[in-house]
């Protein structure tokens, strides 16, 4: 696949990408969000940059927003309301959380740091709803999600290995390592946290990201195996060493029982989720693909060079 910006790839057998040249920079994250009806696409740039778009109906990729940080890239996002656009946090490489409303329309359209004091780059940010954690050097912060600006309420620290990924269910909260560690944490009903099952090591490289689907966690990882763990206990339930042809897994998506994976080798793989066995080559392109967010309507993948390429998942 040839990736030229605004193109619409393969209309004539219904296989559709809108492809747009999004960022300067590798796309460092990316959301998808219904908007109004409309699947609107949410990225990150190693050029500091972050930006709303829309697929337009000549089949490309329109802005609508996007905003410059100061202080360096943000590596990970997340949507408070995910029918909408109404607050945007964004993890960032100057070691804060930045907020972001551009659908208020009576602000001033940047982003305002709402915590700060990390260790670190902030890898990673999830919720679920009652909490949000992030993640920098080898710290969990936890915060109250319930206020309009989350308020702190622990930390955990791991031993080793600074934390790259995060993933957590309304019980369970999971961390994973750069050094290949997996650590499972109980959240009780009060939500405080109590350290469960671990796998020092995990992988045999770093693990780039977690997901959680269908009663599974599912691990990526540099060594270029996906695999699948046991909620309760972290036993390995499937795996897969060679995902991308030895080429290193970076990001996946998750949508009903289908775990979509992307990697050096410039594929997007999908797999029976239960199972961990290759369904299809959704798409190979020349460029490493680094990011991928999945939802019920659309596909979207972001590339070492900062390419976006969505698909309607009517297409797929």
Known sequence: MVLDSGDWVGRRDGSCWAIQQAHSGAVTAMKLISDQGRTKVLSA????????WSVGEEGHLEIEKR????????????????????????GTHAKNILSWAPSRSDLDNDAYSVIENHCGWVRSLVTNDRWLFSAACNEIKQFDNVRAVPSLVSTQYLEKGDIL????????????????????????????????ASRVKAHNGRVTDLKVHKGLLFS??????????????LEIVDLCSNAHGGQRVNSMGCCDGILYTCGGDGA????????????DVVCSCEQPIRSLAVSSDALCVGTSEGTLLVKQKSVL
């Not at 994973?176 to 946290?193: E, P, R, W």
């Not at 997007?268 to 290759?278: F, I, P, Q, T, Y």
């Open 165 to 196: 990924s995060l993933a957590c269910t309304k019980d369970k909260l999971f961390a994973a390592t750069v050094d290949g560690g997996l650590y499972g944490y109980d959240i009780d009903k009060l939500g405080g946290l109590a350290p469960s």
């Open 67 to 90: 905003i410059v940080l100061s202080g360096g890239p943000c590596f990970s996002l997340h949507v408070e309301d995910e029918d909408g656009f109404d607050s945007i946090l964004m």
């Open 45 to 52: 740039g190693m050029d500091k940059t972050v930006a709303i």
């Open 268 to 279: 997007v793989r999908a797999w029976e989720s239960n199972l961990l066995v290759e369904m």
């Open 220 to 233: 990526s990882s540099y060594d270029g195996s996906i695999k699948s763990w046991d909620l309760e206990d």
